[in-house]
């Protein structure tokens, strides 16, 4: 009998803390998940954590957790206001966009700030629809961790996947062994254009023979070559 009345006691607590949250998360606005800034996320987070204890623990008040969940709510309202309202705070609060793409192809150093490599940034062209590291202009990551991407007006319409040849000085041995061509190959193209591996950011090669090459610090280059026994893919 005693272990029906703790499950009833379990199943109307919890119900609560679910309309208590629903409330609150309604009133936070209609912001979706991937949308969050950073302190909204943390927001959400805390306030998962905070209805979970109140609802398995019945030796704690229920309405600690509702309290709880109440302040972080005016928490929520608190940074909104700070972040709408001064115009300095809102770039410590929920950060700013990082241009990783620009006129002269990948910017290095925003990709560390961010903790992200060129593999990262390719996945997210791929996401956005952009299969060449040269069909966008500008490509950056917004504050809230969404990406963006601004495309050449004439960029041509992809019909090759370009694999990933070196990334970051190092080459991908298994992509060279996806398209069957050795390091030899690109090892004489770097040769003729004066640059050796290690300097090499990125270096992409698709099937019609189009390379795309950026060393350090340098802009992009874009070549075409013509593969060993009329290789395509």
């Known amino acids: 009998m005693s272990e029906t009345v703790g499950m009833v006691l379990v199943i109307i607590r919890t119900a609560i803390i679910f309309f208590a949250l629903l409330i609150i998360m309604r009133l936070m606005g209609k912001r979706q998940i991937g949308e969050m800034q950073p302190f909204e996320l943390v927001i959400t987070l805390l306030i998962a954590e905070l209805a979970c204890i109140p609802m398995a ?25 700070l972040d709408l309202k001064i115009k300095p705070l809102k770039g410590l609060i929920s ?11 990948i910017d290095d150093y925003q990709l560390k700030r961010n903790n992200l490599d060129v593999s990262d940034l390719i996945e997210s062209l791929r996401t956005a629809g952009y299969f060449s ?8 990551y917004e504050s809230n961790g969404q990406f963006s991407a601004l495309p050449k007006e004439d960029y041509e319409d992809q019909s090759s996947l370009p694999v990933v040849i070196i990334d970051n000085g190092k080459y991908n041995r298994k992509n060279l062994g996806l398209i069957g061509l050795g390091e030899s190959f690109f090892d004489e ?37 013509q593969y060993p026994d009329g290789k395509a893919w």
């Open 189 to 225: 193209i770097l040769s003729k254009e004066k640059t050796k591996r290690k300097k090499v950011l990125v270096l992409t090669a698709d099937g019609r023979g189009k390379l795309y090459l950026q060393e350090k610090g340098k802009k992009y280059r874009v070549l075409r070559v």
């Open 95 to 105: 950060g700013k966009p990082s241009l990783v793409i620009n006129k002269n192809g």
């Open 57 to 81: 623990d019945s030796s704690i008040p229920l309405l600690y957790g509702i309290i709880s969940v109440v302040t972080i709510y005016v928490l929520h309202e608190l940074m909104t206001l």
């Open 133 to 140: 590291l040269d069909c966008v202009d500008y490509a950056l």
